[in-house]
């Protein structure tokens, strides 16, 4: 009976943990700086074109994660850079749960 209240309470006060890791992610989502935002996307050719918003931090090679609500829904990274604040970002394979998702619109942050 003893181990198993112990265990009980191990496993209580790993869920809060993980509890406050997750509300503080979702905080530190939602307060990162738009860096950039989707104007266009080419599903058939696999790329986003998106408006730099702070091009002082955003270089060639920039990765940056799609904001959605309080989560990441995937990463983009900047593949070439144009005049104007224009670029074009491809998709980071492997970071679109459930398939890649991007739509104009999406605001694109650092993801960490």
Not at 15 to 40: G, H, P, W
Not at 55 to 78: F, H, K, M, W, Y
């Amino acid at each position: 009976v003893e181990i198993a209240t112990e265990e009980a309470e191990w496993a209580l006060e790993h869920s809060v943990e993980r509890q406050n890791q997750d509300r503080a992610r979702a905080r530190f989502i939602k307060d990162a700086i738009l860096m950039a935002r989707v104007t266009e996307w080419s599903p058939e050719n696999g790329f986003a074109v998106i408006e730099i918003l702070r091009p002082d931090l955003v270089d060639l090679n920039t990765e940056l994660g799609i904001r959605r609500n309080s989560g990441i829904a995937g990463r983009l990274q900047i593949s070439q850079m144009y005049e104007g604040g224009k670029a074009i970002a491809d998709p980071v394979p492997g970071t679109f749960p459930g398939g890649v998702s991007v739509m104009p619109g999406d605001e694109l942050i650092v993801p960490e």
